[in-house]
């Protein structure tokens, strides 16, 4: 019987799933074990080789879990809200929900052919109602929570309330807008309804205001900062430009420290983990406060509050710069300046904040001509406004010091401004400066001589006695914009009166996505939902009801914005152990049993993103009483990348002539990707193919400089994308190979969290060892089934163990890729023994199933098991079988081997001796001589000298 793998795979994939094989129970007396693979969004370009990557290997750890008793939870879902969907829809008037269900088919397809122990009973969707539901519901319960900073928590936004009004507000230590009126308990009782409102949203950890916002005009939404690469769109390459938004904003920065601190809490990548850190942004220093001077001509003096890790250098303060975006700019910008301004502020809108961030070589800036007032000095400071300060980070406000700071010195330089040196006699080189110990100011006249943490408190203490400053500890992370102008995205569970937002009750959820005409912004540009004809909320019967019935006292306007894409993403771990409930977003049965995720794995891209959002809002729910843990993820590894091997064409500039690689020479060519599906393995071009193809019909009458007959490409490994034409798909390689081979092969291309190039060639190395393993199981031509209650031999029993041991380890480190390495090694020492002993080829079929699983259940099935090879316990590693009975010795005569002699282990030095003397050979080199001197080193090796 030949390994007829097609079949074997399309049965046990079939068994796989009528038997419901990998279902987890949450009432389990095994301990749990719960494995994750990070939310894929599925594409309409389906899966390509390099995302099975991570899957296979959370495979392989949840079926090895499967092996040692645990109860393993292994699930799969979609991240289904997105962006393209929406583009596609607008592009052709689909249905976002039709092309998103055709993509999810299509990958469900793709992963059950791969082999994959999914539970599939708790696949979620973000873009199900069912799922939303919660959603929508989490919403709701940051918007009614409050950040107590005296108990570090989030609470009810009822005891802040509570506080309001029989305290008011100026005891009450919270996260909140940076600007609140303060007020009595009376004070608050006389607010009028909406006031008080106003006034609880500068508290809620979710609120409306105004923002500044990464704005596509071609896509009609706002984009996060990872949605936007060099200055334009991911998604279709359009500009974007800064602008002010009314938005719903999440309040994470009220979990910067907790952010930071619990990191310690978890076993992730240090550079993750060096990624979040940077991201929130940890630094103490002071505020300060300037004072604009009257010398503006406005009569009118406006603070300008700054952050400085370096209070101590306010004497070399020479000038500050506010981010273009800042909202005093209008305000103190001269009539003079006004035209210069303005226009710069135009410009600065087009760049992403990144960009402004990264360029840190070009310099821009205008002189809005206003001044501030120093401090200390009472000298006038000039006002400019620069891109590289941003609004939203700190206060979008700098004091410049040029005889300290490297980006101020290359300004002042750039504008001309007077740098003055308040570091006399100093290193102020960008390394010394560093060392805040060793700098001593030296001219001021309060901080004379004073080292470092001395100055600071000085200043500190001075700017308290002014009322201009005090001690601060700031963070870079700012609270994360969670309104889109987007169709295709979770509804907010909101609608107005007189202009404040309420929550819709939570026994009224979900509120599904209504029907629109067109997915565009409306024409007076309002979000796509704004296209809507039935989108209001009716109090009364609690239903959403047509626009035509808003009277605005029953009936009310409801939100036009949609939730971004993390906001689904943010939870679904926890989902994911109670998915089919629907009276609770899980019960806490389910998610006391399951606690918390023991594996996670995905890809490093998400460190900033997903994953601090995640924790966000796990801490969150923790505050709430509602998760058992303030992180959602134990341990994290980040996969490598499987690179494409890309093909290139060569056309010379100006012509339309392709020429060979190896002719190009000294011409000058634009090299172009071509569809690596027309090279052979040769990187030799398909012309015809090339030819007829519709992606090159500008080639189709061009002409070839060819070389022996044919065209030659380029070849460079680039990342897989299908935008570079380099991309292979799963499907052919399960189709020709079978999708064990393909298992295996990628495990084999090198260390999980390694960038690997993809060479479909190296494939059939691994496809000829499961070829080599299954005839170990079988005898003959016809492959008749062949093993055998044999007692196994010593030498099996070796090969078998040290196996165990060796797979056993690599797992538990994640080092598949020796594995695979080990399985060869082992079958090709079996196969040289004529090993067909059941005690050994058993236990080898489970060794081998977390990687090849098909071919493990067909022979495992073909020793007689009846149930699946998936929860059979893993073999038993028995030191005994790898210690040595016996020794082999060279037998040197003079320092020279001759022969080799087979010892027990535990002979003596005189024994061995003996034995050595005794044996025909050694008789027959001596020819009757008497040897001078044996030398014997036990274990090693005996020397006849002679």
């Known amino acids: 019987m030949t390994y007829d793998f097609r ?26 074990f719960y494995v994750l693979d990070m939310f894929p969004y599925p594409s309409g370009a389906g899966l390509h080789v390099g995302h ?14 499967r092996h040692k008793g645990f109860n393993v939870l292994h699930p799969m879902g979609y991240d289904s809200f997105g962006l393209p969907a929406e583009q596609y829809a607008i592009q052709t008037g689909q249905h976002p929900a039709i092309t998103t269900e055709a993509n999810i088919k299509r990958y469900r397809e793709q992963l059950d052919k791969i082999g994959f122990s999914f539970d599939w009973s708790r696949e979620v969707r973000t873009s199900d109602p069912g799922y939303y539901k919660w959603t929508q519901w989490i919403f709701i319960q940051l918007f009614n929570s409050w950040y107590n900073k005296d108990a570090d928590r989030a609470e009810d936004i009822t005891s802040l309330i509570s506080l309001f009004e029989n305290e008011g507000n100026g005891t009450v230590n919270a996260v909140c807008d940076e600007e609140v009126e303060l007020f009595t308990a009376d004070e608050w009782k006389a607010f009028s309804p909406k006031k008080q409102q106003q006034l609880l949203l500068q508290y809620r950890l979710t609120y409306l205001a105004e923002t500044e916002v990464n704005w596509c005009p071609a896509l009609g939404t706002v984009l996060a900062n990872d949605e936007i690469v060099n200055g334009v769109s991911e998604r279709g390459g359009h500009p974007v430009v800064r602008k002010k938004m009314t938005q719903w904003s999440m309040r994470i920065s009220a979990y910067s420290q907790r952010l930071l601190d619990d990191l310690s809490m978890v076993d992730w990548p240090q550079p993750l983990k060096d990624s979040q850190t940077n991201w929130i942004g ?17 009569g009118e003096a406006f603070p300008i509050e700054v952050f400085t890790t370096r209070p101590d250098t306010i004497f070399g303060v020479s000038f500050m710069v506010l981010a273009p975006e800042h909202e005093l700019v209008s305000k103190i910008t001269t009539p003079e300046q006004k035209a210069e301004v303005e226009a710069y502020i135009e410009a600065t809108a087009k760049r992403s904040e990144r960009d402004r961030l990264a360029d840190v070589k070009t310099i821009t800036g205008a002189f809005t001509g206003a001044h501030a007032i120093h401090p200390f000095s009472k000298e006038p400071i000039p006002i400019w406004i620069g891109d590289y300060v941003l609004a939203g980070y700190g ?30 006699g100093v ?5 010394a400066f560093a060392d805040k110990e060793k700098t001593v100011i030296t001219n001021s006249d309060f901080l004379n001589g004073l080292p470092y943490k001395k100055a600071v408190k000085r200043v500190i203490f001075e700017l308290e006695k002014l009322g201009q400053g005090k001690g601060k500890i700031n963070y870079r992370l700012r609270d994360a914009v969670f309104s889109r102008q987007r169709y295709w995205g979770e509804p907010f569970p909101v609608y107005y009166v007189d202009g404040m937002p309420q929550m819709i009750a939570a026994e009224h959820l979900p509120i599904v996505l209504p029907e629109v005409e067109k997915y565009l912004p409306t024409e007076t540009g309002e ?9 209001a909320w009716d109090v009364q019967k609690a239903e959403v009801v047509p626009n035509s019935a808003i009277d605005n006292k029953n009936v009310f306007p409801l ?54 959002y995640s924790r966000f809002w796990q801490k969150f729910l923790f505050d709430k009483g509602l998760v058992p843990k303030p992180e959602f993820a134990k341990k994290l590894i980040n996969q490598g990348m499987i690179t494409g091997t890309s093909a290139f064409v060569y056309r010379i500039e100006g012509e339309n002539t392709l020429v060979s690689k190896n002719l190009i020479g000294d011409k000058s060519v634009q090299p172009l990707h071509v569809d690596v599906a027309l090279v052979n393995p040769s990187d030799e071009l398909d012309l015809d193919g090339f030819k007829e193809n519709p992606l090159y019909a500008d080639f189709k009458d061009a002409q070839f400089i060819l070389e022996d007959g044919g065209y030659v490409v380029g070849r460079e490994v680039e990342k897989m994308s299908k935008s570079k034409y380099n991309v292979v798909s799963p499907d052919s390689i399960c189709e020709e190979y079978g999708a064990d081979s393909l298992r295996l092969y990628e495990m084999f291309l090198g260390p999980l969290e390694q960038s690997k190039p993809w060479n479909t060639a190296g494939i059939s190395g691994v496809h000829s060892f499961l070829k080599k393993m299954w005839r170990l199981y079988h005898n003959g031509p016809d492959g008749v089934f062949a093993v055998s209650g044999t007692v196994p031999t010593a030498d099996n029993l070796k090969t078998l163990h040290k196996t165990i041991k060796k797979v056993a380890e690599d797992i538990e480190n994640f080092s598949f890729n020796t594995s695979v390495a080990t399985f060869m090694i082992c079958v090709n020492e079996l196969a040289a ?7 050994v080829l058993e236990p080898l079929a489970i060794l081998v199933s977390p990687y090849a699983p098909h071919i493990a259940e067909e022979l495992w099935a073909k020793l007689g098991h009846r149930t699946s090879i998936s929860t059979a316990p893993f073999p038993k590693f028995e030191a005994k079988y790898l210690i040595e009975s016996s020794k082999e010795y060279p037998i040197s005569f003079n320092g020279k081997m001759r022969f080799k002699m087979e010892l027990p282990v535990d002979i003596t030095k005189e024994e061995i001796e003996a034995a050595v003397m005794a044996h025909a050979k050694t008789q027959e080199q001596l020819q009757g001589r008497t040897p001078k001197k044996v030398i014997v080193v036990p274990g090693k090796i005996v020397n006849i000298v002679g």
């Open 52 to 65: 099975p990557l991570g899957y296979i290997a959370s495979d392989i750890y949840a079926r090895y879990k």
């Open 282 to 298: 940890r630094s103490e220093g002071a505020s300060v406060t300037f004072y604009t001077s009257s010398l503006n001509g406005t």
């Open 833 to 839: 023994q004529k090993c067909n002993s059941r005690e």
């Open 7 to 32: 079949k074997i795979e399309e049965k046990w994939q079939k068994y796989w799933a009528e038997n419901q094989t990998f279902n987890a129970e949450n009432d389990s007396q095994k301990e749990k």
């Open 427 to 431: 290193d102020i080189s960008e390394e």
């Open 395 to 424: 206060t979008g406000a700098v004091m410049s010091v040029p005889c300290g700071d490297q980006r101020d010195y290359d300004f002042a330089k750039h504008f001309n401004i007077p740098i003055p040196n308040i570091f006399e």
């Open 527 to 535: 979000p796509p939902l704004g296209n809507a004809t039935v989108w």
């Open 559 to 612: 939100e036009l914005n949609t939730m971004p894409g993390w906001a689904g993403s943010s939870y679904y771990f926890n989902r994911y152990m109670d998915p089919k409930n629907t009276e609770e977003v899980f019960s806490q049965e389910a998610i006391n049993y399951w606690q918390d995720v023991d594996l996670y794995i995905g890809g490093s891209e998400h460190a900033t993103g997903h994953l601090l």
